[in-house]
């Protein structure tokens, strides 16, 4: 005998909206549809555990799944939900929205969480797209793999760094074992590496023994081992979070560059990701655009400029972003306090 379905209740629905995992789902579906390992990818949890909480939502008619291939995709189709489903489900948008904390224009940026998923989500987009659009799809697929069999993932990048002048004197700014380093060294005139950590330098010095044109500094971003105007460029990768102070950090930079000189920060967009700050020694959890912008002008930089860089799926960390500022053509070092 069959058994008409149970209507569901408000109780049932707020019980399928009780995790916040699933918030962040809905939210990403409804941008977007995913497949299980894609909504994985983006809120950053096992297939398992995001299979479970699609099956809730399934089951609750919050979503729907058509099958591809071999995979099962999902979307959040606001028109399609039941009324008493719809209202909530807007609602709920709402107050998502309303979480993240006020900006100058009055508007409220993401929480940190919803940020990271839409970084994330982005960074799914684009590989889907490069992988099914480029060279009409399949042919770009096979191209692409064909030229890293043949010449690995990194020639692109070191040729594109090439386009750096031949002149240039850079500091690398806790230069930590030398990975940026070792990418400028082959490129310029000379490379600082500096550090405040001896045993970071002492394995920078190991692994960079080959290049004769690094010298190894000991020394802290409030307290750069240079003279005024010594360098074209200071670059600062995943270093400024370290800082207690980033103003007179920044300061520094633009004490040791030239008239025309460049600042290059590397580091995380702001994130909620608080045991950073326990486990990795972190004072900042992250900048976003308005304060990188307002650092480097009150620094003394001119033209601040914030690139979000593209996620990547695998990585588990929160996003990043590329900061640069310069140093005028005319400018002469001043007295900062």
């Not at 006020?102 to 508007?107: E, F, M, T, V």
């Not at 909620?272 to 004072?283: K, N, V």
Request: glycine share 8%.
């Amino acid at each position: 005998m069959n058994h008409p379905t149970k209507e569901r209740t408000i109780t049932d629905r707020l019980v399928d909206l009780g995790e916040r995992v699933r918030l962040r789902l809905l939210r990403v579906l409804e941008l977007e549809e995913l497949s299980v390992g894609e909504a994985a990818s983006v809120v950053q949890l096992p297939q398992s555990t995001v299979s479970r909480h699609l099956k809730v939502l399934a089951d609750g008619k919050w979503i729907v799944k058509r099958a591809e291939g071999t995979a099962t995709l999902y979307r959040l189709i606001p028109s399609e939900l039941a009324p008493g489903a719809r209202t909530l489900w807007d609602a709920v948008s709402m107050q998502l929205a309303a979480e993240g904390t006020p900006s100058r224009n009055g508007q409220h940026a993401l929480p940190a969480d919803l940020a990271e998923d839409s970084r994330r989500l982005a960074g799914v987009i684009t590989d889907r797209r490069t992988d099914s659009q480029a060279f009409f799809g399949r042919v770009a697929g096979q191209w692409d793999d064909l030229r890293t069999d043949l010449f690995g993932n990194r020639f692109t990048l070191q040729a594109l760094l090439a386009l750096i002048p031949r002149e240039w004197s850079v500091a690398d700014l806790g230069c930590g074992t030398g990975n940026a380093s070792e990418l400028l060294a082959p490129l310029v005139k000379r490379v600082y590496a500096i550090d405040q950590s001896a045993p970071m330098l002492a394995a920078a010095k190991k692994r960079l023994a080959a290049f004769s044109n690094i010298s190894f500094l000991r020394g802290d971003l409030e307290h750069i081992p240079l003279d005024d105007s010594s360098v074209d460029v200071t670059v600062a990768v995943l270093v400024l979070h370290h800082v207690s102070e980033p103003l007179p950090a920044c300061r520094e930079m633009r004490r040791v560059l030239r008239p025309g000189g460049t600042c290059l920060v590397l580091d995380m967009i702001e994130h909620d990701r608080s045991i950073y700050r326990h486990t990795m020694g972190h004072r900042w959890l992250g900048f976003n655009e308005e304060r990188m912008a307002t650092i480097m002008t009150d620094a003394g930089f001119e033209r601040p400029r914030f690139t979000v860089m593209a996620s990547d799926p695998e990585a588990r960390g929160p996003g990043l972003f590329a900061s640069t500022a310069f140093v005028g053509k005319s400018s002469t070092t001043t007295e900062t306090g």
